[in-house]
């Protein structure tokens, strides 16, 4: 396993992922925050078999990929003095904006929606890759729908088997949580997804963005479509909480992995346990890859230490919330007799 960032593609390589492109086929390739499943962006047909091949619902919007925000009239109807000076500061790079849409781009692509998505991507391969391409490259994660996004070559692999013709091999991506999306449709623009540039970074830009108000309430177990998950049912448990409620697990003679921030005060056998460590940056990073390994244990459950309230762990948190099973109950209840009925009770997708 290659665990450096490759920096560039062979030309040839880039030449014949472009041709798939051009035939309607399916390229998964490297940015830096995840791997993306590319189509071209202009061609129906193909953009369908990205949702097919990720068992996506058609009215999700994809975000399309540009080697450079010239080519931006293209595809947005507009774009106001917020974008551009978001675009001026953080493109090429994990941010995602969302404008009023071209009459051209195609409902396939926006969901039906009157608004699309743009990233300009600013990892080398991404950007080898849509210079060569010469238009726009329509790319979500290229996971399973609601699955964990993919950092690495072979968890691309893994998640789509032979629904994508052909892989770049980038390594690992470097930030390894998904882009920031700003919304600039709406006055003032609106952080739709936290990623690794901070809302003050944003705000440095545009103090008047505001985070999204989709403030998540408690979800009732098994009610709601989890995302950025891993198959396990996952648990987001309190720092002090963490070795009493494994041990809970280990006592039922069930298997139990560990996401945390530090190592185990004590273990057993029936405990795998991640360090993740305290700094954000790199606990990113590792996210997913680290999400998938606990995933493979055949585990009862994932515990994830709950992270600091902080926003260099927005992303973060965001994701792991959304990844959880049951959090805010768990989170809240004191109680570990009810917490374990409350685990039972769950209905996992
Ligand atoms: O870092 C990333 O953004 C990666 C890499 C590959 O660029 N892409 C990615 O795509 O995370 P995806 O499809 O997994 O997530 C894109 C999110 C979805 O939640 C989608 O609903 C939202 O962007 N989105 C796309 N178009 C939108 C639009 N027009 N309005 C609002 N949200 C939109
Ligand atoms: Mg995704």
Same mark, same amino acid.
């Given at each position: 396993?290659r665990?450096?960032?490759? %920096?560039? #593609?062979?030309?040839?390589?880039?030449?014949?992922?472009v041709?798939?492109?051009?035939?309607?086929?399916?390229?998964?390739?490297?940015?830096?925050?995840?791997?993306g499943?590319?189509?071209n962006?202009?061609?129906p047909?193909? =953009?369908?078999?990205?949702?097919?091949a990720?068992g996506?619902?058609?009215? %999700?919007?994809?975000i399309?990929?540009?080697?450079?925000?010239? &080519? !931006?009239?293209?595809?947005?109807? $507009?774009?106001?003095?917020? /974008?551009?000076? !978001?675009? *001026?500061?953080?493109?090429?790079?994990?941010l995602?904006? =969302?404008f009023?849409? /071209?009459?051209?781009v195609?409902d396939?692509?926006?969901?039906?929606?009157?608004?699309?998505?743009v990233?300009?991507?600013a990892h080398?391969?991404?950007?080898?890759?849509?210079?060569?391409f010469?238009?726009g490259? #329509?790319?979500?994660?290229?996971?399973? &729908?609601?699955?964990v996004?993919?950092?690495?070559?072979? %968890?691309?692999?893994? *998640?789509l088997?032979?629904?994508?013709?052909?892989i770049?091999?980038?390594?690992?991506?470097?930030?390894g949580?998904e882009?920031a999306i700003?919304?600039?449709? $709406?006055?003032?623009?609106?952080l739709?997804?936290?990623g690794?540039?901070?809302? $003050?970074?944003?705000?440095s830009?545009?103090?008047?963005?505001? @985070?999204?108000?989709?403030?998540?309430?408690?979800?009732?177990?098994?009610?709601?479509?989890?995302?950025?998950? @891993?198959g396990t049912p996952?648990?987001?448990?309190?720092?002090?909480?963490?070795?009493?409620?494994?041990?809970?697990? /280990?006592?039922n003679?069930?298997?139990?992995?560990? !996401?945390?921030?530090?190592?185990?005060?004590?273990?057993?056998r029936?405990m795998?346990?991640?360090?993740?460590? $305290?700094?954000?940056?790199?606990y990113?990073?590792?996210?997913y890859?680290?999400?998938?390994t606990?995933d493979?244990?055949?585990?009862? /459950?994932?515990l994830?230490q709950?992270v600091?309230?902080?926003?260099?762990? %927005?992303?973060?948190?965001?994701? !792991? &919330?959304?990844?959880?099973?049951a959090e805010?109950?768990?989170?809240?209840?004191?109680?570990?007799?009810?917490?374990?009925?409350?685990?039972?009770?769950?209905?996992?997708?």
């Amino acid at each position: 396993m290659r665990l450096m960032p490759v %920096h560039r #593609a062979p030309q040839q390589e880039i030449e014949a992922a472009v041709e798939v492109l051009r035939s309607g086929r399916l390229v998964a390739f490297p940015t830096e925050t995840v791997y993306g499943l590319g189509a071209n962006a202009g061609d129906p047909s193909a =953009v369908r078999r990205v949702f097919a091949a990720k068992g996506r619902p058609g009215t %999700h919007p994809l975000i399309v990929h540009l080697d450079d925000p010239k &080519y !931006l009239g293209r595809w947005a109807r $507009s774009v106001p003095a917020a /974008a551009a000076r !978001l675009g *001026e500061a953080f493109w090429p790079g994990p941010l995602t904006l =969302v404008f009023e849409r /071209a009459l051209a781009v195609h409902d396939v692509v926006t969901g039906g929606q009157d608004t699309v998505a743009v990233r300009v991507p600013a990892h080398p391969i991404a950007q080898q890759l849509l210079k060569a391409f010469g238009g726009g490259i #329509a790319a979500p994660s290229a996971n399973r &729908y609601g699955h964990v996004s993919p950092t690495r070559p072979e %968890h691309v692999r893994e *998640e789509l088997g032979d629904a994508v013709q052909m892989i770049l091999d980038g390594g690992e991506c470097k930030i390894g949580v998904e882009s920031a999306i700003v919304s600039v449709v $709406s006055d003032p623009p609106v952080l739709l997804r936290p990623g690794s540039i901070t809302l $003050s970074q944003l705000q440095s830009v545009v103090p008047e963005i505001v @985070p999204t108000s989709d403030e998540r309430v408690p979800r009732v177990p098994g009610s709601d479509a989890r995302h950025y998950a @891993p198959g396990t049912p996952m648990h987001i448990v309190p720092d002090k909480r963490l070795e009493q409620v494994a041990a809970e697990f /280990a006592d039922n003679r069930e298997r139990v992995a560990v !996401l945390a921030m530090r190592p185990p005060a004590r273990t057993n056998r029936l405990m795998t346990w991640i360090n993740a460590g $305290s700094k954000p940056e790199l606990y990113a990073h590792n996210l997913y890859a680290n999400l998938r390994t606990l995933d493979r244990t055949a585990a009862s /459950a994932i515990l994830v230490q709950e992270v600091p309230d902080d926003e260099k762990w %927005h992303a973060v948190r965001d994701r !792991l &919330y959304r990844a959880a099973t049951a959090e805010k109950l768990i989170t809240n209840d004191p109680d570990l007799a009810a917490m374990r009925a409350m685990f039972d009770e769950d209905e996992l997708p």
